[in-house]
T-cell receptor, first 113, second 114 residues
Framework: EAQVTQNPRYLITVTGKKLTVTCSQN?????MSWYRQDPGLGLRQIYY???????DKGDVPEGYKVSRKEKRNFPLILESPSPNQTSLYFC????????????FGPGTRLTVL | GENVEQHPSTLSVQEGDSAVIKCTYS??????FPWYKQELGKGPQLIID?????GEKKDQRIAVTLNKTAKHFSLHITETQPEDSAVYFC?????????????FGQGTELSVKP
């Protein structure tokens, strides 16, 4: 089944404790992206990648890191989480050419205490 | 940069009625406008999209219209059903066919009452 998977789905952590949210897609998509969803603000892009070893900042990159060592994986890293990073996070992927449809993962609900 | 405004934030309709959600965008260079539906506990899923060279597109009970001059586009759902209840997001992009960045609206929570 073609899909985007994220892990974990739920995470409660404390300020300053490094964490990684994994994202994997099995559709051979070049483009991958991370969004955060907050009430009244919609989906805001954190980082994106147009191919292996190519990453760039989105609209709200502060406090986050990403890497793209393999085409299928695009982990989101919070080196020192803070309470304002409490949010619902989505990973998405798409082809670069032919279609702009982005396929979203199921989401990761993160709470930083 | 691009900004997308979406209204209303919540919408409640009776089953069988029509629902309309409206979005405006700021950058006239935007050329691709998708709509995503997010069901409870799931990620958004594309339901319909339109490119800037088309004024209207329809797929069964859903349709999208685009007014490039006014820089606004709308989602129309006819004969609403309880399973249409979800959060709907509009988005705009400048890079159709190039995996471009999407700028999303704030979302509309649609509730269809049986």
């Amino acid at each position: 089944e073609a899909q985007v998977t994220q892990n974990p789905r739920y995470l409660i952590t404390v300020t300053g404790k490094k964490l990684t949210v994994t994202c994997s897609q099995n559709m051979n998509h070049e483009y991958m992206s991370w969004y955060r969803q907050d009430p009244g603000l919609g989906l805001r892009q954190i980082y994106y990648s147009m191919n292996v070893e190519v990453t760039d900042k989105g609209d709200v990159p502060e406090g986050y890191k990403v890497s793209r060592k393999e085409k299928r994986n695009f982990p989101l890293i919070l080196e020192s989480p803070s309470p304002n990073q409490t949010s619902l996070y989505f990973c998405a992927s798409s082809f670069l050419l032919g279609s702009n449809e982005q396929f979203f993962g199921p989401g990761t609900r993160l709470t930083v205490l | 940069g691009e900004n997308v405004e979406q209204h209303p934030s919540t919408l409640s309709v009776q089953e069988g009625d029509s629902a309309v959600i409206k979005c405006t965008y700021s950058d006239s260079a935007s050329n691709y406008f998708p709509w995503y539906k997010q069901e409870l506990g799931k990620g958004p899923q594309l339901i319909i999209d339109i490119r800037s060279n088309v004024g209207e597109k329809k797929d069964q009970r859903i349709a999208v219209t685009l007014n490039k001059t006014a820089k606004h586009f709308s989602l129309h759902i006819t004969e609403t059903q309880p399973e249409d209840s979800a959060v709907y997001f509009c988005a705009a992009s400048q890079d159709y066919n190039q995996g471009g960045k999407l700028i999303f609206g704030q979302g509309t929570e649609l509730s269809v009452k049986p």
